[in-house]
């Protein structure tokens, strides 16, 4: 299963960026898909993900990203609006099938004036 991520960059405070992953190679239905990252110096977290038909988000994130999943591309959206210098970060893409992890490359995400 590969998993390839778009999008990410620098933005200033407020702005929106627009984070895209695409799964492929997968013989299963993905359970679940979504995003994580890892700023430096600290452990990687969950940003948002939806599975089973559920969005879920970082209490940090909510009201301010939205995430989207297209399932028959295997496809999964990261809509970030009002950004944060916090927010800088690396990005990783995930997809949970079956009882396995997969994660994208990161893509850098940098908040700043």
């Known amino acids: 299963v590969q998993l390839q991520a778009f999008g990410g960059g620098w933005m200033q405070p407020g702005g929106s960026l627009r984070l895209s992953c695409a799964a492929s190679?997968?013989?299963?239905?993905?359970?679940?898909m979504g995003w994580y990252r890892q700023a430096p110096g600290k452990e990687r977290e969950l940003v948002a993900v939806?599975?089973?038909?559920?969005?879920n988000y970082a209490d940090s994130v909510k009201g301010r990203f939205t995430i989207t999943r297209d399932f028959a591309k295997n496809t999964v959206d990261l809509h970030m609006n009002s950004l944060k210098p916090e927010y800088t970060a690396v990005y990783y893409c995930?997809?949970?099938?079956?009882?396995?992890?997969?994660w994208g490359k990161g893509t850098q995400v940098t908040v700043s004036s």
């Open positions: 995930n997809a949970k099938i079956l009882i396995m992890n997969y």
């Open positions: 190679g997968s013989r299963f239905n993905i359970n679940e």
């Open positions: 939806f599975g089973g038909g559920i969005a």
